[in-house]
T-cell receptor
């Protein structure tokens, strides 16, 4: 079964450093998402992406964050200058369309630790 | 605005016992409801979803959930727990209000199964 893949699975970075998390969505999907989960808290929506532009974003997704689809397969999340509070599990996801009943498929997550 | 509350961060059952994971939602319009499961070191996987029609929804691995509008609930059940059911379970709601189709997740409930 097709799946969303994410790299790296774990990353430790120093505060203030830039981090890029990478994702390969399912190949025929058109909508891409990043979510995050701080330890013990809710899975929170960050951003959705369609047709090479951001379609929705949450309050969390400030100027520190950016997303890009640099080629036909990868979808990346960049955190420009990491803070301690950015430590979380980051999930990439994709879907064929964006109806409310649509199924979103998630990757295994990238665990980011900022020290 | 849509939201989800999952009662109990941890639920512990014996193997063979009934599993009941609670989810209450808040939505100003008829919602779409989802349960996702996350096994250790894996991504979120869709268990089942309610869109329209029959309010009792059957999912994978013997799980089912019932949409009760009067109680604003979408509790997840399984008649007999297996050790392999030990995982994190997430309830999510999406209602399309304001043109947003992004599901909102709960905090998750960790299911522990004792032999």
């Amino acid at each position: 079964e097709p799946e969303v893949t994410q790299t790296p699975s774990h990353q430790v970075t120093q505060m203030g450093q830039e981090v890029i998390l990478r994702c390969v969505p399912i190949s025929n999907h058109l909508y891409f998402y990043w979510y995050r989960q701080i330890l013990g808290q809710k899975v929170e929506f960050l951003v959705s992406f369609y047709n090479n532009e951001i379609s929705e974003k949450s309050e969390i997704f400030d100027d520190q964050f950016s997303v890009e689809r640099p080629d036909g397969s990868n979808f990346t999340l960049k955190i420009r200058s990491t803070k301690l509070e950015d430590s979380a599990m980051y999930f990439c996801a994709s879907s064929i369309n964006r109806d409310s009943g649509n199924t979103i498929y998630f990757g295994e997550g990238s665990w980011l630790t900022v020290v | 605005a849509q939201s989800v509350t999952q009662l109990g961060s941890h639920v512990s059952v014996s193997e063979g016992a009934l599993v009941l994971l609670r989810c209450n939602y808040s939505s100003s319009v008829p919602p779409y409801l989802f349960w996702y499961v996350q096994y250790p070191n894996q991504g979120l996987q869709l268990l089942l979803k309610y869109t329209t029609g029959a309010t009792l929804v059957k999912g994978i691995n013997g799980f089912e959930a019932e949409f009760k509008k009067s109680e604003t609930s979408f509790h997840l059940t399984k008649p007999s727990a297996h050790m392999s059911d030990a995982a994190e379970y997430f309830c999510a709601v999406s209602d399309g209000e304001g043109g947003s189709y992004i599901p909102t997740f709960g905090r998750g409930t960790s299911l522990i199964v004792h032999p």
